[in-house]
C-alpha cells in the first residue's frame, strides 16, 4: 500500500493564480482531513470529509475550497492564491476521527509559496 | 485562548535522561487524545494514544489527567533517534482534531 499520497511536493505561485494540490489514499478510510502547517501555529485543520460526497469546514477553511467525488481522493483548490497562504499542507486520512483508535496517516506535505 | 497549549522547548537532554512533556486542553468535552512526533521537514507520525488510565509503550508513557486537562508524556532512557518534534493532539468529540504547537526534543550524545 501507498498510504496517503500528495502532489505536488513543492509549488511556487504568484498571487492571484489557482492550483489544485491533490491528495489520494489506499487504504479504504472514510475520513480525510487537510492540515496547513505554520511556524508557531500548530497544525490547523482546512476541510474535512468523512466520506464520498460530505465534506464540512475546519478552522481555517476561508480562501480553500474541496470535494470528495470518490472514498480514495480529497483534492485541495486555492482559487486565487495570496501570500498568507504560503505553508507546508499536509494531508491526512482515518477511519474516523472521534475515537482514540482512529490513527490518522499524513501524507509526505507540499510546501507551498505564494509571491 | 488556544485549544491545545504545549511548551515549545527546546528541550535538549543528554542520552539515558528521563524528559516529560505537559500538554494542556480548554474543552472539558474532549474526548480521545494522541502524542505525534514529527521529524524535521516530514510528516507527522502517531506515537501512542492516550487512554483515561494511563498506557506505556516500551520507553515512553502517556497519562491523561481529565479533572486537571492537561495530558503527558515521559519518555526515559532518552535515545539521539528520539529527537523530534512531539505534538499534542486533542479531538473534542467532533469531527475536528486539534494540534498542539509542538514541544521540540533534542537528545544530544
Known sequence: NAGVTQTPKFQVLKTGQSMTLQCAQDMNHEYMSWYRQDPGMGLRLIHYSVGAGITDQGEVPNGYNVSRSTTEDFPLRLLSAAPSQTSVYFCASSYGAVLAKNIQYFGAGTRLSVL | RKEV?????????????????????????????????????????????????GNEDGRFTAQLNRASQYISLLIRDSKLSDSATYLCVVNTGANNLFFGTGTRLTVIP
Open chain 2, 5 to 53: 497549549e504545549q511548551d515549545p522547548g527546546p528541550f535538549n537532554v543528554p542520552e539515558g535522561a528521563t524528559v516529560a512533556f505537559n500538554c494542556t486542553y480548554s474543552n472539558s468535552a474532549s474526548q480521545s487524545f494522541f502524542w505525534y512526533r514529527q521529524d524535521c521537514r516530514k510528516e507527522p507520525k502517531l506515537l501512542m494514544s492516550v487512554y483515561s488510565s
